[in-house]
């Protein structure tokens, strides 16, 4: 029985919409390059993100640079500056250790005792290709393990194989899919062996 026959006839408008996306867990002791000693991953601060909003405000827009300074007052989620070997802010990402919401699409996401969510990771334009996206993970599973923490469990967009990419090599392995109807603000989760049609 084909998927879209599962979806009522008045969302069939709806489903032509539809983002897809992931999620995936990973172990913290995997596969994947360790982190460069060179850069560094540390705990943001109003100041430096004030600095990135000057120095990148194509990447970092007023209502973005105001979202991270709220998430700093949040015990559980921890926002995160990606530096270079130059020390130079070069991005930033995010753990949050207990149970969650993906805002965006609105699905709440249960994080396990011995696992950590990884999210709303960015490197800026200007730095990309250097391999800061796959050193912030490696370097974020390292904080993991020293917290007593097994597994990372993260959400992509299918349409971000970037990220796809870059997870996939810390051994990143799909557990859920989800489609988020954007005009209904609804989002409905399927097991990873129900096939989701292309677009």
Known sequence: MPL???????WQKSWRKREVLDTYVFPVHGPGPAPDPARSLEDATEEVLDQMRRDYPD?????KHALLVERLSHPADRTLVIRDEHGEPCGYCHITTGDTENARIHLRLRVGRRQAYLWDDHVF???RRRGLHAFSIARRLELLAEDGRTQGVTMISRKNTASRASYGAFGARRT???VFLKDRQRTLTFPTWVEIPAR
């Open 4 to 10: 879209t026959s599962l979806v009522p006839d008045s």
């Open 176 to 178: 859920r899919q989800h």
């Open 59 to 63: 990447d970092l827009n007023e209502r």
């Open 125 to 127: 334009i200007a730095h």
